[in-house]
T-cell receptor, first 120, second 112 residues
Framework: DGGITQSPKYLFRKEGQNVTLSCEQNLNHDAMYWYRQDPGQGLRLIYYSQIVNDFQKGDIAEGYSVSREKKESFPLTVTSAQKNPTAFYLC???????????????????FGEGSRLTVL | DAKTTQPNSMESNEEEPVHLPCNHSTISGTDYIHWYRQLPSQGPEYVIHGLTSNVNNRMASLAIAEDRKSSTLILHRATLRDAAVYYCILRDYGGSQGNLIFGKGTKLSVKP
């Protein structure tokens, strides 16, 4: 079945260590997103990518990095520069990217099951 | 991107209808209204979306005000499985699709 897979589901990290969260989708979606969610809070956008080899910063990009070398993959690295990385991380994808020449965008985001990162 | 305002929480009884409101007074002409819901410890899932006309699907109905400055998600018969956080967001189809803003949403509790 098609969908988005995030791994690992739970991750523990020591302070000062970088960690990479995986996000893979087999939906052939153009756009992919990373969100952070803290307890009792909404989702905040970290990074997003509309096409391969291109990505943009969201509202809280500091201390994070991403890459988009393949359409189906959008890994997120939480660096040691992120001062408070303990959170629930959600990856999402969307069917069509809005192209410069115009295009159809269904707008439905598909989310993974999330990765819960705890810094010890 | 335009922002939305939702009540922090709502309660409902099982088998009764639920009306979840959302205000979006700064909505632009190219913004679609989308609703998602998030069950505990899971990623959000799409519920419904619309532009101007009311919309129905198997999960819910979406009622959009004539001036589009507010909308209401309607669950016709709440079940215990509908207990979740419901997010109302705006999607701009006319420009950049990048920054999708999720607020805190409305936490719906359903009592048996």
């Amino acid at each position: 079945d098609g969908g988005i897979t995030q791994s690992p589901k739970y991750l523990f990290r020591k302070e000062g260590q970088n960690v990479t969260l995986s996000c893979e989708q087999n939906l052939n979606h153009d756009a992919m997103y990373w969100y952070r969610q803290d307890p009792g809070q909404g989702l905040r956008l970290i990074y997003y990518s509309q096409i391969v080899n291109d990505f943009q910063k969201g509202d809280i990009a500091e201390g994070y990095s991403v890459s988009r070398e393949k359409k189906e993959s959008f890994p997120l690295t939480v660096t040691s520069a992120q001062k408070n990385p303990t959170a629930f991380y959600l990856c999402a994808s969307m069917r069509w990217a809005l192209r410069l020449a115009g295009g159809l965008n269904t707008g439905e985001l598909f989310f993974g099951e999330g990765s819960r990162l705890t810094v010890l | 991107d335009a922002k939305t305002t939702q009540p922090n929480s709502m309660e409902s009884n099982e088998e009764e209808p639920v009306h979840l409101p959302c205000n979006h007074s700064t909505i632009s002409g190219t913004d679609y209204i989308h609703w998602y819901r998030q069950l505990p410890s899971q990623g959000p899932e799409y519920v419904i979306h619309g532009l101007t006309s009311n919309v129905n699907n198997r999960m819910a109905s979406l009622a959009i005000a004539e001036d589009r400055k507010s909308s209401t998600l309607i669950l016709h018969r709440a079940t215990l499985r509908d207990a979740a956080v419901y997010y109302c967001i705006l999607r701009d189809y006319g420009g950049s699709q990048g920054n999708l803003i999720f607020g805190k949403g409305t936490k719906l509790s359903v009592k048996p």
